[in-house]
């Protein structure tokens, strides 16, 4: 796997997540989805991607990681999957891919606004086309969480091959 | 360094909550420039109704946003003859060239690349406000 695909998601992540909850996330070893995983996660923020490759990217927390982070950055004890924590995912996945946009310049991406998909243990289910899914994972003390990048083989056979 | 005698207005624009009290939380009046009020709103069409009703002086602008964009709030402004100088400094996370361009051709004052640093945007605001 070629790091030109791979390092502007993670350096976007680690930027992000240092200037707002002030911990750079230590990356794990990325892998290809090959079919649904059974890692459950409680939270997931989601952006469309278009312009001369399409896609998506989802960032995906489970409940605990999610509300530490945002306690932090809030400066009070969140709870549970609130307002905050919504608003929070949001904007931290809007950043990582817009950020994330310098890496791919030729390709004139656009980005959508972001979606936000809450539920107990919920499963990321993908498009049966042929979109490869980059699970790149990341460790912050609070626990893992996980950034998934699909995009067109069109910009992954470029870069890939 | 220099202080002015009167009340700053800043207008945050963001549909995010939490990014407009990030951006609001980076100033301490003590090392500014002197008071500022921050006026908020969440989208392009609510930001072009505050500035109906207000008087401001510093528009920080996000790109992506419902309703009505930033750079379509961008445009629009400077084609009015009451903006064309009102400084209008985008913050967004929209990083390619190809952006940062367009909203430079679009008439932009400044452009900062989110997660903005409260230092660099605190300079870059002074920088408009004190002239300096």
């Known amino acids: 796997m070629k790091k030109e695909y791979i390092m502007p998601f993670v350096e976007s992540t680690q930027n992000v997540f240092h200037e707002f909850f002030g911990i750079t996330p230590e990356l794990d070893t990325p892998y290809f989805v090959k079919k649904e995983e059974t890692l459950n996660w409680d939270v997931s923020g989601i952006i469309g991607i278009a312009g001369e490759s399409k896609g998506v990217i989802v960032l995906s927390f489970n409940e605990k ?22 608003d929070t995912i949001a904007e931290v996945t809007n950043i990582i891919a817009g950020n994330s946009k310098k890496g791919f310049e030729e390709y004139r991406l656009k980005i959508s606004l972001p979606s936000i998909i809450k539920g107990k243990e919920h499963v990321v289910f993908w498009p049966k086309q042929d979109i490869p899914i980059l699970s790149i994972p990341f460790t912050v003390p609070e626990g893992k ?7 067109e083989k069109k910009i992954t056979n470029d870069i890939l091959l | 360094m220099g202080a002015v005698n009167r009340i700053i207005k ?12 990030i951006l609001k ?18 989208d392009g069409e609510e930001a072009l109704k505050v500035m109906d009703e207000h008087l401001i002086d510093i528009l920080l602008l996000d790109w992506n946003m419902p309703k009505l964009d930033g750079l379509s709030v961008l445009k629009k402004l400077r084609q009015s003859d009451k903006y064309r100088q009102l400084p209008i400094i985008m913050i967004t996370s929209e990083a390619a060239k ?3 361009i367009e909203a430079l051709k679009s008439g932009v004052s400044d452009y900062i690349i989110k997660p903005a640093s409260r230092k660099i945007l605190i300079d870059k605001i002074k920088g408009f406000i004190l002239g300096t």
């Open chain 2, 10 to 21: 800043i207008l945050i624009v963001d549909d995010s909550r939490i990014m407009q009290n």
């Open chain 1, 65 to 86: 990681v999610a509300v530490s982070l945002v306690s932090k950055l809030v400066g009070r004890k969140v709870t549970t999957l609130d307002e905050d924590v919504i």
């Open chain 1, 145 to 151: 969480f996980m950034l998934f990048v699909g995009l």
């Open chain 2, 25 to 42: 939380n980076s100033f301490d009046e003590k090392e500014a420039w002197g008071k500022t009020e921050f006026l908020t709103a969440s």
């Open chain 2, 98 to 100: 190809y952006n940062v």
